[in-house]
């Protein structure tokens, strides 16, 4: 699975940007696909991640997000967008996309270690 992220750039506090994540290659109709960021001189961290497996969607956000990010899909296209509002300059980072069994627990979902598949990044500067 290649993965294709995009969509990052320079917002203003408060703005709004959509990341997508496109999948190629030997893709599989039950997934996770995870976003992760690393801001400079930090650890990766999760962000959220959504689920798609025997028809069903769940998703999963870290506290930080909550109420202003929101992920969905298009499984026609093979790609998952991270629709980012109310910006705010901690969310400044390179975001990552990753992929994963469908079939992991969802208490790992937050662990980079868990996904099989990353993409290479785009970042995202959001300015005071």
């Known amino acids: 699975v290649q993965l294709q992220a995009s969509g990052g750039g320079l917002v203003q506090a408060g703005g709004s940007l959509r990341l997508s994540c496109a999948a190629s290659?030997?893709?599989?109709?039950?997934?996770?696909r995870g976003w992760f960021r690393q801001a400079p001189g930090k650890e990766r961290e999760f962000v959220a991640a959504i689920r798609r497996r025997s028809g069903s969607t769940s998703t999963s956000y870290t506290d930080a997000v909550k109420g202003r990010f929101t992920l969905s899909r298009d499984d026609a296209k093979n790609t998952v967008y991270l629709q980012m509002n109310s910006l705010k300059p901690e969310d400044t980072a390179v975001y990552y996309c990753?992929?994963?069994?469908?079939?992991?627990?969802?208490?790992?979902?937050?662990?980079?270690?868990?996904?099989?598949?990353w993409g290479q990044g785009t970042l995202v500067t959001v300015s005071s």
């Open positions: 290659g030997r893709t599989d109709s039950s997934y996770v």
């Open positions: 990753a992929s994963g069994n469908g079939r992991m627990i969802t208490s790992t979902m937050w662990q980079s270690g868990a996904y099989d598949y």
